[in-house]
């Protein structure tokens, strides 16, 4: 079956960090590009940053801009998100997707707080 699973979030304090994991089956992820996502309580889901299918990165969303890190790993079929300087407002489900994917996975939480 063809799908994308997140993994690697949690509970982290304010500063911390926190690595993000996508791991697709059912197809090879090397010739597409892809994204990060997040959504909050009450808000839109929005697109947090890109990577094309070669590794160059197409864009962070302002606020995540100097902070964030995307990756990605073709031999092991994985997309990653490295989060750095965590803040509260960061708080969100994450999730990771394609252009024109068909359907949304269950996303990982992460939740930054005291």
């Known amino acids: 079956q063809v799908q994308l699973v997140e993994s690697g979030g949690g509970l982290v304090q304010p500063g911390g960090s926190l690595r993000l994991s996508c791991a697709a089956s059912?197809?090879?992820?090397?010739?597409?590009?892809l994204n990060w996502y997040r959504q909050s309580p009450g808000k839109e889901r929005e697109l947090v940053a890109t990577i094309t299918s070669v590794g160059g990165i197409r864009s962070f969303a302002d606020s995540v801009k100097g902070r964030f890190t995307i990756s990605r790993d073709n031999t092991k079929n994985t997309l990653y998100l490295q989060m750095n300087n965590l803040r509260p407002e960061d708080t969100a489900v994450y999730y990771c997707n394609a252009p024109y994917w068909h359907s949304w996975g269950q996303g990982t939480q992460v939740t930054v707080s005291s």
């Open positions: 059912g197809f090879a992820i090397s010739r597409y590009e």
